[in-house]
């Protein structure tokens, strides 16, 4: 079957301006997962989702970003007055059960805050 | 406080040479779980295995082997005749139990192999 698809591929923002970026996930797969990458570095967690609830947001570096699932399939990640430090490659992964499951990983997002 | 770390940021290995990747982990979780990943050039992280705490069987999967001891808090990768094709990044992950370390994974900062043909 289909694995995790993100888009866009790649986004190139001005500083200041919002961007959503989506995440579709394997069907059915219960958890989902949000990590920024930053260049060189490991993928560090942002938030997770147990189908629609957002189980633990403790790793949204502020509150301009925003992550949703509300149908507990689709997530998006909203980032709000983008900086340059947001520059970075955002990964989404799903899990077919709630703890401890294997996670796999879409092809992740690379964010350019000019 | 959970911790991966690999302490091997670069190695260049000649093709067919063997080639073990170092982890260690901390956490105080009593049921946790250990990953690695492999991200090529490509950059999508590809997941190569999973090992629960409980279960310290050492596994082979072709070229690729692994020895989980919990004595040491290690998980170190090893890759037997190792071929160009395995030049990558590859990352060691920790996942502990709800109870204390919430639902993160931890990622390790990588090691990133380049086999010379």
């Known amino acids: 079957g289909a694995g995790v698809s993100q888009s866009p591929r790649y986004k190139v923002a001005k500083r200041g301006q919002d961007v959503a970026l989506r995440c579709d996930p394997i069907?059915?797969?219960?958890?989902l997962f949000w990590y920024q990458q930053a260049l060189g570095q490991g993928p560090e967690f942002l938030t997770y989702?147990?189908?629609?609830?957002?189980?633990?947001k403790s790793g949204l570096p502020s509150d301009r970003f925003f992550a949703e699932r509300p149908e507990g399939s689709v997530s998006t990640l909203k980032i709000q007055r983008t900086q340059q430090e947001d520059s970075a490659v955002y990964l989404c992964?799903?899990?077919?059960?709630?703890?401890?499951?294997?996670?796999?990983f879409g092809p992740g997002t690379r964010l350019l805050v000019l | 406080a959970q911790k991966v770390t690999q302490a091997q940021t670069e190695i260049s290995v000649v093709e067919k040479e063997d080639v073990t990747l170092d982890c260690v982990y901390e956490t105080r979780d009593t049921t946790y779980y250990l990953f690695w990943y492999k991200q090529p050039p490509s950059g999508e992280l590809v997941f190569l295995i999973r090992?629960?705490?409980?279960?310290?069987q050492n596994e082979i999967s072709g070229r690729y082997s692994w020895n989980f001891q919990k004595s040491t808090s290690s998980f170190n990768f090893t890759i037997t005749a190792s071929q160009v094709v395995d030049s990558a990044v590859y990352f060691c992950a920790l996942r502990g139990g709800s109870n204390t370390g919430g639902f993160k994974t931890i990622f390790g900062a990588g090691t990133r192999l380049f086999v010379k043909a």
């Open positions: 989702f147990q189908n629609e609830a957002q189980l633990d």
């Open positions: 069907s059915g797969h219960v958890s």
């Open positions: 992964a799903s899990s077919p059960i709630p703890l401890g499951g294997t996670q796999y």
């Open positions: 090992r629960n705490s409980f279960d310290e």
